[in-house]
């Protein structure tokens, strides 16, 4: 392990420096092709030429870097992960995931494989920007449609205006494609949770993913002044939203396995002295099994209607992603090693990918178990184990396709 510890290294700094590129000054915000991302695929770019790779940008805005194999028409290896953040994010969810990428393309010095190398920075996982994950990845198995490319930001922007912004063409998206006979895909990805902190594993091989829902529930009720109307005659919104938030939480907590969120709320008009006139719930819903996902899901939104009935407010949801558990491929698991088996409770690129290649992915331990938040770390000694599993996974792929 040591003898990758100052590539390990490097990669930490690389990270940290990418960190800096950011929508908001001081911390880490870098939502879909936002101007930051230029400075990113600069950084990126610059590594990976110097370390004899071709780049390209695909028109979803994927940064893309080849490398050839020892013969021409060899099938694709993906190696990647995301180049975009949650507002106010760490500097490794995503970004660790390329830098690997590069760093084992380096590790290599020219030496080449039985199959090409593309190493991917997807230039939207998070789903930040416009309500909807995967950009980036599902422009490379095909599923980025027109309705996709119409949906607004809260500005109004549409993907297309974006995509366009950045200098890419919209209408040239499905060139991103990867080839129905590429090899698989391997992500590096932090755990961000606390299950290899506290086994003190360095390393995890990811088994599935579980499934997720995403969606807005919006309570409507009617806005009026908070001094004059008595308690028995509002129709509050933001007070109904907040009594279905707690029952999401007790579904939760009864319900073995599942995790449900609601991260954000939208009230209108939103001053201390006006009685909510409407109040917009983002909700995110895991488990491991689909439909134990999805009842829960049924459930959450029926609680919602009683609520609404019972305090005269309308209601309705919006959803924006089904997204099924996703198993990775048994053959690539293998060949990373026997390392400790866990489920993500993190959704990952991955999971789009396995729609047209086998997937795999490795975990390196996040420290307290803390991501999504400027404290996320990894440890320079992991990322050299992880580094030395990489080129064993790549040596033993080799010797099995070669
Ligand atoms: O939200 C997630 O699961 C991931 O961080 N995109
Ligand atoms: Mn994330
Ligand atoms: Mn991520």
């Not at 755990?191 to 579980?210: F, H, K, S, T, Y």
């Not at 579904?251 to 201390?272: F, K, R, W």
Request: with cysteine.
């Amino acid at each position: 392990m040591e003898r990758f510890l100052s590539v390990a290294q490097t990669a930490i700094d690389r990270c940290r420096m990418i960190a800096q590129y950011s929508e908001e000054p001081g911390v880490t915000t870098r939502t879909f092709l936002s101007e930051p991302m230029h400075a990113v695929h600069r950084c990126f770019r610059s590594w990976m030429e110097a370390a004899g790779m071709r780049v390209t940008i695909d028109h979803a805005g994927n940064l893309r870097g080849y490398c050839e194999a020892t013969h021409p028409n060899a099938p694709r290896l993906f190696i990647g992960s995301h180049l975009d953040t949650v507002p106010r994010a760490g500097a490794f969810d995503g970004i660790l995931g390329v830098v690997l990428g590069v760093a084992l393309v380096e590790i290599l010095a020219g030496r080449r494989m039985t199959f090409q190398i593309e190493v991917v920075g997807f230039s939207e996982e998070e789903g930040v920007r416009f309500g909807v994950p995967f950009i980036g990845s599902r422009a490379l198995v095909g599923q980025v449609d027109d309705e996709l490319l119409a949906r607004g930001d809260a500005a109004g922007v549409r993907v297309s205006d974006a995509i366009a912004a950045f200098g890419l063409d919209p209408a040239r998206i499905q060139e991103a494609q990867a080839s129905s006979d590429a090899l698989g895909y391997l992500e590096f990805h932090i755990e961000q949770g606390p299950v290899l902190d506290r086994l003190n594993l360095p390393l995890g091989v990811v088994e599935a993913i579980v499934g997720q829902s995403r969606g807005d529930v919006i309570f409507e009720g009617r806005a009026n002044h908070a001094g004059t109307t008595p308690m028995n005659l509002r129709h509050d919104a933001l007070a109904g939203a907040g009594a279905w938030i707690g029952a999401v939480e007790r579904e939760a907590l009864a319900t073995s396995g599942l995790v449900a969120t609601v991260g954000s709320l939208e009230v209108e008009p939103g001053a201390t002295n006006v009685i909510a006139g409407s109040a917009r719930a983002g909700l995110d819903v895991r488990h491991a099994d689909d439909t134990v996902r999805r009842e829960a899901v049924r459930r959450m939104i029926d609680c919602a209607q009683q609520i609404a009935v019972r305090r005269g407010l309308k209601v309705r949801w919006e959803p924006r992603l089904d997204q099924s558990a996703v198993a990775m491929d048994a053959g690539l698991m293998e060949l990373l090693g026997p390392f400790h088996r866990m489920t993500s409770g993190a959704g990952h690129d991955a999971m789009i990918l396995a729609r047209r290649m086998p997937v795999a992915m490795l975990f390196l331990r996040s420290p307290g178990g803390i991501s999504h938040h400027p404290d996320e770390a990894v440890l320079a000694d992991d990322v050299a184990a992880a580094l030395e599993t990489g080129i064993g996974f790549l040596e033993r792929l080799d010797a099995r396709h070669g």
